[in-house]
């Protein structure tokens, strides 16, 4: 059975909170088309907030955070060997 992993990242995090407990995830979140990380409103405004004032659906939202926190992962070394690198499109060049 395997062990279910808690987010890291969540769509209630501000875009802040994100980019200081986990720098790594900003050229993810920036080749997706949001540059809400030198935003001035990125201290106060949620990821969902941000996605969603972009036209981003509940989907798009889901599938993104659902990467951020696989990369995560990826880079904390835990349980790295269960991480195909082609579920990870922003990681194939």
């Given at each position: ?5 808690e ?60 990467e ?22 922003y990681?194939?060049?």
């Amino acid at each position: 059975m395997q062990e279910k992993t808690e987010n890291k990242i969540t769509r209630n995090m501000t875009m802040g909170e994100i980019v200081n407990k986990y720098p790594e995830t900003v050229e993810i979140i920036q080749s997706k088309g949001l540059h809400c990380i030198g935003c001035h409103v990125s201290p106060y405004e949620t990821l969902e907030q941000g996605c969603t004032s972009h036209g981003w659906t509940e989907e798009m939202i889901d599938a993104m955070i659902r990467e951020l926190n696989e990369f995560i992962e990826l880079k904390s070394g835990k349980d790295a060997r269960t991480f195909e690198r082609s579920n990870l499109p922003y990681l194939q060049k």
